[in-house]
């Protein structure tokens, strides 16, 4: 594997971990605001933050693509994963289960 491949690999597995944290927070920025106590504090903190995150994963995953030798239709899922609450998580298991069945190597587009 070489240093750019896993660099980039390394990047999509923070991505999709720091998405479904960012996610988490919201979530409980939102029971808070809508449930609990009526205050928009945490989503104000959190909104933005997971904002930033959202994107961060799906460009990651646009670039691990090439890297990781995914499919159009294992992109799409990817992409889809950013979606509901914790679905990078599930994705980038996958996609780390894939990674060690295969080497990374960058491929010609």
């Given at each position: 594997m070489s240093t750019a491949s896993s660099t980039t690999f390394r990047l999509f597995?923070?991505?999709a971990f720091a998405e479904a944290l960012s996610w988490t927070g919201l979530l409980i920025g939102m029971v808070f605001k809508y449930l609990?106590?009526?205050n928009e504090?945490?989503?104000k903190i959190f909104g933005p933050i997971h904002g930033a995150l959202f994107i961060l994963y799906v460009v990651s995953?646009?670039?691990t693509r090439p890297v990781a030798g995914?499919?159009?239709r294992a992109t799409f899922v990817g992409l889809l994963a950013s979606?509901?609450?914790l679905g990078t998580l599930?994705?980038?298991r996958w996609a780390v289960k894939k990674a060690a069945e295969q080497p990374l190597e960058p491929v010609a587009i």
């Open positions: 597995r923070l991505a609990i106590v009526e504090i945490g989503v995953v646009l670039l995914w499919s159009t979606i509901p609450p599930v994705f980038e």
